[in-house]
C-alpha cells in the first residue's frame, strides 16, 4: 500500500512538472506541506480564459477542484464547461488528469465559437427557402454597393478594455482611471484597481463595483485611451487614431522623459509600498514612498521639499491602535501559520506593533497643517469623548480580502462606532483638512498585503485563498477605543513598533 502511495506521489510531482515545461510562463504550480497543490494554468491561446485546480493530498484518487477564470465568457457557458470538465474528469479518476482537462476545454471552447459562428437558421434546424436566401443576397449586395464606404468600424467594447487591463502583465492595472455614469450624481472618477470586476451579482454590499454600460471611458493616467461617446480607442487601436495602449505609453513616458520627469512618473499610481514600508492605507487610496521630519525648524531644505512634492497623495491616516495583547497574540499566530507554509510573505507581513484600525486618511501638505491637525484633534477632545461615553469595543473576528491583495481581520462594530468615524470626519472637513477616502469606510485590522516585490517574486499580486480559508471564522479577541492617533505613513516607526504619531487623543 505505501509502495502505491509512492508511486502516486511520484506522479503527480511529474506531472506538475511536465505542466511547467509545457506551458511556461503561463502555468503557476504552488506545493503545500501533506502533498496538496494549486495549479494556475492560462493557455496562451485562449485568449482571457484560465483555470486553477486545488490538487488535494489523495489526488489522483480524488479529482482536483475545477475554476474557470474569464471575464468574457458567460456565466451559462462557464457553467457548462464546468459540467462538462467534471464529467470528463470523473472518467480520468485514478490517473492524474489536469492537463487532459486543460485540451478538453480547449476542444470544447473552440466547438462553442464555432457554433456561435455559424448562421441563426442553421442552428435552428429549419433550412432556409431560397426566396428568402435569394432575397437575402440580394439585400446583403445592396448594401455592400450602397454603404461600405460609410459604414463604421467595429470598436472595442468596455468589456474588452476591462478584459485587457486585468490579463495583459505590460498594463499596469494601478495607472488606469475609469469614468462611469453615477445615477445621481453624473460622470465620475475612479481608480481601475478601486473596482471589484466579478459579476455584479456575487460582489459584496461593500465592494465598488459598476455595470459595464455605465463606463464612458478609461484613462491612462490623465490621457484618455478609450471613450464610448467619441469612439476612440487607443487600447486596441480599433478605432480613432489606431494607436494602441502600449503606443500611447511609450509616448506617455517619453514626454515625460524630455521634461525630465521620470522620478515623479515612477512613482505616480504605485499601489504597493516597494521600500517594504507594513503601512496599510494605501488599500483605501493611492499613497507613494514618503520620508518625514517633523521639525518644523530644520534647516534642510532639500529634505522638506522632497516630502512634501508629491500633492494628491494621503500622507497621514487617524487609527484606533490595537493595544490588546490577546489579539495581538493570536494575529501573530496566524501570521506564523502563513509563512510556515509561504515564507515569502514575511515582508508583506503588519507587525504586531503596528497594528490599528483605521478611520480615515489624510493629506497633510506642509508641517503646519500637521500642527493644525493635531491642535484640532486636541480641540475636540471632549466631544469625542462624549461620543463613546458609554464606550465602544470593536469585536475582531474572521478574515477577508480587499481586491485579493491585501487580508484583514473583520472589525464587528455598533452603530456608535460609525457615528464616532462620521463626527470625526465632519470636524476634520470644517476645519479645511483634506480627506482623502476613496471608498466607503469597511472597519478592518490589516493583517498582511502583497508589496510589488513580492508579487514579481511570487508571480502574482494575489494572495492564495488557501493561505487563510482556515482562519475565515477565527475569533481575534475584543479592542476597546481608548484613545485615536494621528498617524505618519512615512517608513520611520516609533521605539515600540507602531507609526510616528504627531498626536494621540485620549478619550477615557
Known amino acids: 500500500m505505501a509502495g502505491a502511495e509512492t508511486m502516486s506521489n511520484n506522479e503527480v510531482a511529474q506531472e506538475m512538472a511536465d505542466l511547467k515545461t509545457k506551458y511556461g510562463k503561463y502555468c503557476k504550480v504552488i506545493s503545500h506541506a501533506g502533498g496538496t497543490y494549486i495549479v494556475d494554468i492560462m493557455p496562451c491561446d485562449l485568449q482571457d480564459v484560465g483555470f486553477k485546480f486545488p490538487v488535494p493530498c489523495n489526488y489522483p484518487a480524488v479529482i ?16 457548462q464547461l464546468l459540467k462538462h470538465l467534471t464529467s470528463v474528469a470523473d472518467g480520468l479518476q485514478g490517473s492524474v488528469m489536469i492537463n487532459n482537462l486543460v485540451e478538453a476545454a480547449r476542444a470544447w471552447i473552440e466547438q462553442k465559437n464555432s457554433e456561435k459562428g455559424t448562421d441563426a437558421t442553421a442552428q435552428s434546424g429549419k433550412p432556409e427557402s431560397k426566396k428568402a436566401k435569394n432575397k437575402k443576397i440580394k439585400k446583403t449586395k ?30 499596469p492595472s494601478d495607472a488606469f482611471v475609469v469614468g462611469y455614469i453615477d445615477r445621481f450624481l453624473g460622470i465620475l472618477e475612479k ?9 455584479l451579482a456575487s460582489v459584496d454590499y461593500n465592494v465598488l463595483a459598476v455595470p459595464k454600460h455605465r463606463i464612458q471611458y478609461f484613462k491612462y493616467k490623465d490621457v484618455t485611451v478609450w471613450d464610448k461617446t467619441q469612439r476612440l480607442d487607443n487600447v486596441f487601436g480599433s478605432t480613432g487614431s489606431k494607436l494602441t495602449i502600449l503606443d500611447v505609453m511609450g509616448k506617455y513616458e517619453d514626454e ?19 521600500d517594504g514600508s507594513d503601512s496599510d492605507d494605501d488599500i483605501t ?8 521630519n517633523y521639525n518644523a525648524d ?5 529634505t522638506e521639499d522632497s516630502f512634501w512634492t508629491d500633492k494628491l497623495r494621503p500622507n497621514h491616516f487617524i487609527a484606533v491602535r490595537i493595544t490588546n495583547s ?39 501638505d506642509s508641517p503646519e497643517q500637521v500642527s493644525n491637525a493635531s491642535r484640532m484633534l ?3 477632545q471632549s466631544e469625542l469623548k462624549a461620543l463613546i461615553s458609554s464606550g465602544i469595543t470593536l469585536q475582531l473576528e474572521g478574515v477577508d480580502t480587499f481586491f485579493k491583495r491585501v487580508l484583514y481581520a473583520k472589525v464587528h462594530c455598533e452603530q456608535n462606532f460609525l457615528d464616532f468615524v462620521e463626527h470625526l470626519k465632519m470636524c476634520l472637513s470644517q476645519e479645511g483638512l483634506e480627506i482623502k477616502d476613496a471608498h466607503e469606510f469597511v472597519p478592518h485590522m490589516t493583517l498582511m498585503k502583497t508589496t510589488r516585490p513580492v508579487s514579481r517574486l511570487m508571480g502574482t499580486k494575489n494572495i492564495d485563498p488557501s493561505l487563510y480559508e482556515c482562519f475565515h471564522s477565527l475569533e481575534f479577541g475584543r479592542q476597546n477605543i481608548e484613545s485615536i492617533h494621528l498617524c505618519s505613513m512615512a517608513e520611520s516607526r516609533q521605539e515600540d513598533g507602531f507609526y510616528l504619531t504627531p498626536a494621540s487623543v485620549n478619550l477615557q
Open 378 to 380: 486636541q480641540s475636540i
Open 256 to 274: 515625460l522623459a524630455r521634461k525630465g520627469l521620470n522620478e515623479v512618473a515612477n512613482n505616480e499610481g504605485e499601489d504597493y509600498d516597494d
Open 326 to 364: 490577546d489579539v495581538v497574540s493570536a494575529v501573530t499566530d496566524m501570521q506564523d501559520a502563513i509563512l510556515e507554509v509561504e515564507p515569502r510573505y514575511a515582508p508583506c507581513i503588519i507587525p504586531g506593533g503596528a497594528l490599528h484600525v483605521t478611520l480615515c486618511v489624510l493629506r497633510l
Open 285 to 292: 487610496v493611492t499613497i507613494g514612498t514618503v520620508s518625514e
Open 298 to 302: 530644520s534647516d534642510d531644505d532639500a
Open 64 to 79: 482536483p477542484q475545477i475554476i474557470i477564470k474569464s471575464s468574457t465568457m458567460t456565466a451559462l457557458d462557464k457553467e
Open 142 to 171: 445592396q448594401i455592400k454597393e450602397d454603404v461600405t464606404d460609410e459604414k463604421k468600424p467595429s470598436m472595442k467594447t468596455a468589456e474588452d478594455v476591462i478584459s485587457r487591463i486585468l490579463w495583459d502583465d505590460n498594463l
Open 191 to 199: 481608480s481601475f484597481t478601486a473596482f471589484s470586476w466579478e459579476d
